[in-house]
């Protein structure tokens, strides 16, 4: 497993924006594809963005599609989540996902996990 460690959550007011961040540690971390999922209170955890290796191809999932951007920087083996134009929907614990895979856009196709980071959006 690669450790991944989440940062950078808190409360926002709709309409904002917030980023989120994923730290990887070892020598490695170019080699990964990358993903954010979220859990939203009374639901399952969902798929929000994912990242190639390299940060060429991106794919979001169709609620987020317009408002957040991943990207990526292998020097400081980090991954982000650009969050704007926040909605309450938006509320959940976010955990970043790596694979030593292609990756993909379900929990099966990423082997390690952080702990997540809670972003609230309020009205």
């Known amino acids: 497993q690669v450790p991944l460690v989440e940062s950078g959550g808190g409360l926002v007011q709709a309409g904002g924006s917030l980023r989120v961040s994923c730290t990887a540690s070892?020598?490695?971390?170019?080699?990964?594809?990358m993903g954010w999922f979220r859990r939203a209170p009374g639901k399952e955890r969902e798929f929000v963005a994912a990242?190639?290796?390299?940060?060429?191809?991106?794919y979001y999932a169709d609620s987020v599609k317009g408002r957040f951007t991943i990207s990526r920087d292998n020097a400081k083996n980090t991954l982000y989540l650009q969050m704007s134009s926040l909605k309450s929907e938006d509320t959940a614990v976010y955990y970043c996902?790596?694979?030593?895979?292609?990756?993909?856009?379900?929990?099966?196709?990423?082997?390690?996990w952080g702990q997540g980071t809670q972003v609230t959006v309020s009205s």
């Open positions: 996902a790596g694979s030593t895979g292609y990756g993909g856009t379900t929990e099966r196709d990423f082997n390690s």
């Open positions: 070892g020598r490695t971390f170019p080699t990964y594809s």
């Open positions: 990242i190639s290796r390299s940060g060429g191809s991106s």
